[in-house]
T-cell receptor, first 111, second 114 residues
Framework: RKEVEQDPGPFNVPEGATVAFNCTYSNSASQSFFWYRQDCRKEPKLLMSVYSSGNEDGRFTAQLNRASQYISLLIRDSKLSDSATYLCVVLVSSNTGKLIFGQGTTLQVKP | DGGITQSPKYLFRKEGQNVTLSCEQNLNHDAMYWYRQDPGQGLRLIYYSQIVNDFQKGDIAEGYSVSREKKESFPLTVTSAQKNPTAFYLC?????????????FGPGTRLTVL
């Protein structure tokens, strides 16, 4: 079983749609969680950090369910510019700062 | 402008050659990391360094070497011992905060072995 699992997609949605991605992690001791966005052939960029039960930033909402060991990302009112790959990332050790990356979920927003 | 720079952007290497990838940051971050990304896969950790003159192996360190002589710099050498070096290499840095550890990435170097 992978340490961090995501549905690779692609998710094809029309502009204005609401889309949700889920991510599961295997290490119950994981402490911090992040969503990164990666555009084609570019570096990942931090989208949101998820430290407690969840947080919201504009159209984006991230939620954490520790009991079930999954994290979700909800995007409301999708824009064409939201098309990218979204990486679920888990901090497995605060001593080393080691992050584990999921393979990513690809989103394509269509006009 | 504060940030992380990597050079070169594209690198071509013949089999049997060592190459060094540059990573510099002016964010005053303590920790620096090297990852490789292969198509359709998540990032995998090669090496990381929490302080100057100290570094640790990640999950796939074989065939790679690093140094951390300055806080700002963390070069990665891909040696001829690395069996499949063609990949996208990403350098990242972070503050050393045990409550968070948000990592920020440079633009990456695409290495192709001919």
């Amino acid at each position: 079983r992978k340490e961090v699992e995501q549905d690779p997609g692609p998710f094809n949605v029309p502009e204005g749609a609401t889309v949700a991605f889920n991510c599961t992690y295997s290490n119950s001791a994981s402490q911090s969680f992040f969503w990164y966005r990666q555009d084609c052939r570019k570096e990942p960029k931090l989208l949101m950090s998820v430290y407690s039960s969840g947080n919201e930033d504009g159209r984006f909402t991230a939620q954490l369910n520790r009991a079930s060991q999954y994290i979700s990302l909800l995007i409301r009112d999708s824009k064409l510019s939201d098309s990218a790959t979204y990486l679920c990332v888990v901090l497995v050790s605060s001593n080393t700062g080691k992050l584990i990356f999921g393979q990513g979920t690809t989103l394509q927003v269509k006009p | 402008d504060g940030g992380i720079t990597q050079s070169p952007k594209y690198l071509f290497r013949k089999e049997g050659q060592n190459v060094t990838l540059s990573c510099e940051q002016n964010l005053n971050h303590d920790a620096m990391y090297w990852y490789r990304q292969d198509p359709g896969q998540g990032l995998r950790l090669i090496y990381y360094s929490q302080i100057v003159n100290d570094f640790q192996k990640g999950d796939i360190a074989e065939g790679y070497s690093v140094s951390r002589e300055k806080k700002e710099s963390f070069p990665l050498t891909v040696t001829s011992a690395q069996k499949n070096p063609t990949a996208f290499y990403l350098c990242a840095s972070s503050t050393w905060d045990r409550g968070g550890n948000e990592q920020f990435f440079g633009p990456g170097t695409r290495l192709t072995v001919l």
